[in-house]
């Protein structure tokens, strides 16, 4: 890899780190969307398994709720492996004409929603059935975007978590979508030896800007991370459906 494309990759991942560690997502978002400037979008993705999935991890693991989140969510998770490998047919389309700017104006839509203080709600006793749901349908969306955000991240919303419990929920979720999403790479001929030197850099610099967002987290109010949260997704909706629609 050119020196200045290992450059722009490293910038690439430091930006998305910080921005996980402000509110809890926004890695592989960020990184899909910029890398693709500079790499294929299978290429992309496969650069993208390493550092995602450490840095998801480290936030399931930063934090006391993760034996109560692994046994509330195992609906929500089940759903995101079996809806990813379903969806494999659909990996071409990665970075394609219609799923980027689909996602962001979806994205988009529901962040305006959360801005306006519209609040969904999931019934606790709807949750056995409605986390498979949700989980296949973000595990589909995995394999034909590369990003696990919708509609993970609403309902995990509407199930009433605290802010801390929803951060480390989003790592549990994102932990499962970052493996199957390997799993279903794993025979591409894009992961190359290649790539692993960038990836294991890409982990270093993505952990550093996730400790620098971590603290400026750790400063905010649940009302104000709220603020952050949907304005970060609003800004990642609105980069996905301008980049497809260019």
């Not at 519209?118 to 995995?142: D, H, Y």
């Not at 890409?202 to 949907?230: N, Y």
Request: overall charge positive; hydrophobic content about 60%.
């Amino acid at each position: 890899m050119a020196l200045s494309i290992l450059t722009f990759v490293l910038s690439v991942f430091l930006l998305a780190g910080f921005a996980k560690g402000v509110i809890g997502l926004g890695l592989p978002t960020i990184s899909m969307g910029l890398l693709a400037v500079v790499l294929s979008p299978v290429e992309s993705a496969a650069l993208l398994i390493l550092p995602s999935l450490v840095t998801n991890v480290w936030q399931m693991m930063d934090g006391p709720h993760l034996g109560a989140l692994l046994r509330r969510l195992w609906p929500l998770n089940v759903g995101v492996c079996l809806g990813t490998w379903a969806g494999t047919a659909f990996l071409s389309g990665l970075g394609g004409p219609y799923g980027g700017p689909t996602l962001g104006i979806a994205l988009m839509v529901y962040a305006v929603s959360g801005l306006a203080a519209l609040k969904l709600a999931v019934p606790a006793n709807a949750e056995r059935w409605m986390g498979p749901f949700a989980g296949a349908s973000t595990g589909a969306i995995t394999a034909a975007t590369g990003v696990f955000v919708l509609p993970a991240v609403p309902y995990l919303q509407a199930i009433g978590l605290t802010k801390d419990e929803l951060v480390q929920a989003l790592g549990l979720s994102f932990t499962v979508s970052t493996l199957a999403l390997a799993v279903t790479l794993a025979g591409s001929a894009s992961l190359t030896m290649g790539l692993a030197w960038p990836a294991i850099a890409g982990v270093a610099v993505a952990l550093g800007g996730m400790r620098l967002g971590q603290a400026v987290r750790a400063r905010l109010s649940p009302r104000t991370f709220r603020l952050w949260f949907f304005a970060g997704l609003l800004a990642l909706g609105a980069y996905l459906a301008a980049r497809g629609l260019a």
